[in-house]
């Protein structure tokens, strides 16, 4: 084969590949295993685009070399197919979702063999398929039987629940709940009817119905995430969203708090990372203060980790969605207080935490005693409080904090001094250790230490309050008011009292298939889109009445929170995986995703794991021994230049846009070459540009501006990674995204690089062709230059793999193959080697050449991966530049033995430094062994 004919040698690999089950792999005990997994992607109408496949390649290299060091490597690939952007498809256009989302998954299927992965495609699995959501719908019913245990730690089934109910009563079970539970006797509870203890069961569950503040868009009709709301609307479609109370179903992640922070201590992940989620808990000691209300039968509970500036509170803020709003509001108030919430509803949870310049309010006219001082406090509302965060209220001081520094400043409250060393108000925490209190009753003279001790014990003396441990984690919402996600195995059933309860379908009828539907939006009476199913109603065995079925569904979430398991065993109809499989691949070796699940899927995936754990389902505490952060690939955007108010469509070059005024935009970056703009291709593709734009050109070609930017389709700047596969083929496309920089760090893409990757490769290939296509390789003993070349670089292609340095090998793999070209280096055995630490980067190329030179038939896959040997890497000799006064002057071979004695004499007796000594006297004659030698006269 005279060229290198990449798309002729990949598709052959690939249909080899295909067709022989190259990566299939099995339980196999004779070898280690090794695990790596990518974060499965969302599959979008758009496809790949060269930024996406960046972690797929580091975790294929990293996959196949474990391979080739005989590990018994699982490598599967999947698909996140729940999604909103199917759903508002549907919704446009009454197509099903499901068949936008196989028209999907099949392009990304097609883009990804494209590039050559080392996915087990048996193992393949898809969310939104009823064969897998069966198991998430398996694992939620395992959650809401379960309760958290605080004597022994841990998630523990229902029926113990009950065991110690019967027992020693509600006293009896340390459980994480509501703190306002019913209290009852043993007695009590062995008198209640089923009927009766089932109800009471409910709010122990770590899955269970409550009452909470989400974010509804009105317009879609559906609960939506923090992170699915920007700036008040809807990311997807921008349509207002509003903060409404609603009876939804709930995870009880906060029972996992401690564990969760304790976890991160045991698993190699970025230190950033483990820092977003220690944040996102948000684990605080302080104290639980009861405020009684005047004039109702109310205390309000305030948390305050300042404890110690109760005496400066002058006044007390509760969220607008607080409960207790309407009742406290006051008639001459009322108007305000709801103009207020009005407003607030129109505010994401989001944007609420995240300002904190914007000053608002509005007094609900009643007041709160404080419980030490005595003093009236004034009750406000505001948004920077949020209804699901603590107890949602806060007491404002003024004098130590700057929030409610500036509402009291806003609204006129007092301001009482605390400290009589009052510092900066930013500060107030270490004027805490140099001041004095005052104005502040019992504690008036103490240090801080001495006051919370003081005033705690003084709480709890007299039930006003207690030391407590307090997170910034809430639990989590587990349903959307749609349509495309998994449908929840609850039938709701009225009990004695007429109250419509929750009640699991029987595992023998799971699947619960998500039904057909007319359409894909809410109905109109405002129930999500399960309510236009025709009998959405189940009978339970042995009953003759059906009971109406959730019709909301599981959020995105619920289906990536243990998919790593269901690969384990992909195709088991009887469990979600075999005890052998877990057993065998028991967690994820290696995880590669972006930063952007921090605080998402990772915690929660965690907190799943953490469930499957407690009830003896799975092995480890963790699911990912390490996990690596890829970095961005960021586009390159390509820009023209649009003469301002020009009455015909007028483009400048970029070399003479500062002679005009002009505006700037965006250009699709496949229609640019070099920065040189295909006019033609320009005028084709956009509509917005006029029928007879006009050019003003440099040296007859328009160049285009660029910048470096996010990849994205608004901005013209996405690579479609199949263009680049077709024109120089998968593996420069391979070698080229890790030759960009280190994994982890953002980097901007240029196509005008990836010329030069490919030229490597047609230069690896002429080590084995010459020109006329005749092969050129051969038998033989490789020299000793041969092997250092060699052996150098596959302990440095060793070393970089570990440490995840991928663009260093690339970069010794073409010194390597420089050097060997140098050489005139042709030996099998030499370049066998090389073919082997080459094929995890570039699979096609090596498995081609592999089969040319006559190893093993089949797979390079299969070949063990070479010792390096570090007697070839000894230097046998070397040569040391000569100076002479600092100058160098000459270079003279050594032997790498040569004793300084020698080197000494030798150099003093070189015909070139007598002569450049010039008859003067030797000073000193200095030699650093392999560095230098320098004469002094």
């Known amino acids: 084969m005279a060229e290198y004919r990449h798309r002729e040698i990949e598709k052959k690999w690939q249909a080899y590949w295909e067709e022989n089950n190259t990566f299939k792999v099995e339980i196999d005990k004779s070898k280690p295993k090794f695990y790596v997994l990518d974060m499965f992607p969302y599959p979008s109408g758009a496809g790949l685009h060269v930024g996406h496949p960046l972690g797929y390649i580091a975790s294929d290299i990293y996959g196949r070399y474990k391979s080739l060091k005989g590990f018994n490597v699982l490598h599967p690939m999947g698909f996140d197919s729940f999604g909103l952007p ?52 398996w694992i939620f019913m395992q959650l809401f039987d379960s309760w958290y245990n605080k004597e022994t730690d841990k998630a523990e089934s229902v029926e113990t629940l009950y065991a110690l109910f019967s027992k020693g009563g509600s006293a009896a079970a340390k459980a994480v709940c509501h703190d306002d539970l019913p209290v009852f006797s043993a007695e009590e509870w062995n008198a209640f009817s089923e009927d009766k203890k089932y109800e009471l069961s409910l709010d122990y569950r770590l899955a269970y119905v409550s009452e909470s503040v989400v974010n509804f868009c009105p317009e879609l009709g559906m609960v939506l995430s923090n992170d699915e709301v920007k700036d008040g609307v809807s990311e997807r479609g921008g349509y207002p969203v509003i903060q409404k109370k609603m009876n939804q179903w709930m995870m009880r992640i906060t029972a996992y708090a401690d564990r969760l922070i304790n976890g991160l201590d045991t698993i190699d992940w970025s230190e950033s990372l483990k820092d977003q989620q220690r944040n996102w808990i948000g684990r605080s000691n302080g104290a639980s203060v009861k405020y009684q209300v005047e004039n109702f039968d109310k205390k309000i509970e305030v948390f305050t980790t300042r404890i110690d500036t109760i005496y400066g509170v002058s006044f007390m803020v509760l969220a607008p969605e607080h409960e207790w709003v309407k009742e406290l509001t006051t008639e001459t108030q009322k108007s305000e207080i709801e103009n207020y919430i009005l407003e607030t509803q129109k505010r994401s949870e989001l944007d609420r935490m995240s300002d904190v ?47 409610d520094w500036g509402f009291a400043t806003k609204f006129g409250l007092p301001i009482i001094p605390i400290l009589d060393a009052q510092i900066d ?94 359409k894909y939006q809410p ?83 965690r907190f799943w794991n953490k469930v499957l754990k407690d009830l003896g389902y799975v092995k480890k505490e963790e699911f990912a021994k390490k996990l690596i952060n890829q970095g961005m690939i960021m586009g390159r955007s390509s820009f023209v230049y649009r003469l301002k108010d020009a009455p015909t469509p007028t483009f400048i070059s970029h070399g003479l846009k500062d002679q005009y005024e002009v505006v700037k935009l965006h250009v699709d970056v496949n229609i640019v070459d070099n920065d040189v703009l295909d006019v033609e291709k320009f005028k084709t593709t956009r509509n917005d540009i006029g029928t007879d734009p006009q050019f003003i050109l440099e040296d007859g070609k328009y160049i285009c501006g660029s ?52 030229r490597f490769l047609r230069k690896l290939w002429r080590l084995f062709f010459d020109q006329n296509g005749v092969a050129i390789f051969k038998d033989g003993e490789p020299t ?110 050594f032997a790498a033995d040569t004793s300084k004695e020698e080197i000494e004499k030798a150099v003093l007796a070189n015909e070139q430094v007598i002569r450049w000594m010039e008859g003067k006297p030797l000073k000193k004659i200095i030699v650093v062994p392999k ?3 320098n004469v002094v006269i």
């Not at 009454?94 to 087990?120: C, M, R, V, W």
């Not at 109603?537 to 009445?545: A, I, L, Q, R, V």
């Not at 998919?563 to 065998?584: G, P, Q």
């Not at 193959?817 to 570039?842: F, G, R, S, W």
Request: contains cysteine; hydrophobic residues 35%; glycine residues 8%.
């Open 931 to 933: 560095r230098i030698v």
């Open 523 to 605: 109905t109109e009476t405002g129930e999500p889109p399960l309510g236009r199913a025709q009998n959405w109603n189940y009978t339970p065995e042995g009953s003759t009445e059906s009971y109406p079925l959730e019709m909301s569904t599981m959020p995105g979430w619920a289906g990536s929170s243990w998919y790593w398991y269901r690969y384990m065993d992909a195709k088991n109809d009887t469990e979600f995986a075999s005890k052998e499989a877990l057993d065998y691949w028991e967690d994820i070796d290696l995880y590669l995703g972006g930063t952007e699940h921090a605080t998402g899927h990772l915690l929660y995936s």
């Open 707 to 758: 910048e470096v930017e996010k990849m994205s389709k608004s901005k013209y700047n996405v690579v479609n990674p199949d263009t680049l596969v077709e024109k120089y083929g998968a593996d420069t496309l391979r070698l080229y995204e890790m030759f960009l920089g280190p994994l982890t760090e953002s980097k901007p893409w240029d196509t005008r690089g990836i010329e030069g990757t490919y």
């Open 357 to 403: 310049k914007t000053v608002s309010g509005a007094f609900t006219g009643s007041y709160c005693i404080n419980p030490f001082s005595g003093e009236r406090v004034p009750i406000w509302i505001a948004d920077y409080v949020l209804a699901g965060y603590g107890t949602g209220a806060v007491m404002g001081v003024p004098s130590g904090d700057q929030r």
């Open 86 to 137: 199917a759903e508002q498809y549907a919704i446009q256009t009454g197509q099903h979702p499901a068949i936008t989302t196989e028209s999907n998954i099949n392009t990304y299927i097609a883009q990804l063999k494209n590039i050559g992965f080392a996915y087990d495609w048996s193992r393949e699995i898809r969310t939104s398929e009823a064969d897998y959501y069966k198991w998430t719908q």
């Open 425 to 518: 108000i930013d500060t107030q925490a270490d004027a805490t250790k140099e001041g004095k209190y005052i104005n502040s009753g019992m504690i008036n003279g103490m240090t801080y230490q001495e006051a919370t001790e003081k005033l705690v014990a003084h709480m709890e003396a007299n039930g006003i309050g207690k030391g407590k441990i307090n997170y910034r984690l809430r639990d989590a919402v587990f349903a959307r008011q749609r349509y495309w996600g998994e449908p929840v195995p609850v039938y709701f059933k009225n009990n004695e009292a007429g109250k419509a309860k929750p009640y699991l379908v029987a595992v023998k009828d799971l699947p619960l298939v998500l039904p057909e539907i007319d």
């Open 784 to 893: 000793k230059d041969e092997l250092k070349t060699l052996h150098k670089t596959i302990k440095k292609v060793e070393e970089d793999v570990e440490n995840f340095s991928f663009n260093t090998s690339v970069s010794s793999f073409m010194i390597c193959v420089n050097e060997l070209t140098d050489q005139k280096c042709h030996n099998k055995a030499i370049l066998k080697d090389l073919l082997i630490i080459m094929a995890p980067y570039a699979p096609h190329i090596t498995e081609e050449l592999w089969a040319h030179i006559g190893e093993t038939p089949g797979s390079l896959t299969h070949a063990s991966f070479p010792v390096w040997n570090p007697s070839f890497l000894v230097e046998d000799s070397f040569e040391y530049p000569i100076q002479v006064n600092g100058k160098v002057r000459l270079n003279l071979n």
